[in-house]
Nanobody, 121 residues
Framework: QVQLVESGGGLVQPGGSLRLSCAAS????????MGWYRQAPGKQRELVAL???????NYADSVKGRFTISRDNAKNTMYLQMNSLLPDDTAVYSC???????????????WGQGTQVTVSS
């Protein structure tokens, strides 16, 4: 059973920083693309950032220059460093990973449960 678990969310003032983590656990053979998504109340889920197994990254225009996605393949963990946070960044942040399990089954897209980020004074 493969699981993704996010951590690091919370309440922060505008201009502040947070670091989110997404840890994959279970019977994992390989992790391919990973990414962070967010959903604000009343809005559709949107892509925040993606990272390939080789470390190539892609960001939504709204977070470029403020957020940094990274991963530690040895720890099966992905991170999102969020700086200069704005009230518009308030949302539930979820991670996803394209993971091939050890049992030889197909690669499947797994999602974490989400972590709340609130930017408010």
């Amino acid at each position: 059973q493969v699981q993704l678990v996010e951590s690091g969310g919370g309440l922060v003032q505008p201009g502040g920083s947070l670091r989110l983590s997404c840890a994959a656990s279970g019977s994992i053979f390989s992790i391919y693309n990973m990414g962070w998504y967010r959903q604000a109340p009343g809005k559709q889920r949107e892509l925040v950032a993606l990272i390939t197994s080789g470390g190539s990254t892609n960001y939504a225009d709204s977070v470029k220059g403020r957020f940094t996605i990274s991963r530690d393949n040895a720890k099966n963990t992905m991170y999102l460093q969020m700086n200069s946070l704005l009230p518009d960044d308030t949302a539930v942040y979820s991670c996803k990973g394209d993971i091939r399990p050890r049992d030889g089954g197909p690669t499947y897209r797994y999602w974490g449960q989400g972590t709340q980020v609130t930017v408010s004074s």
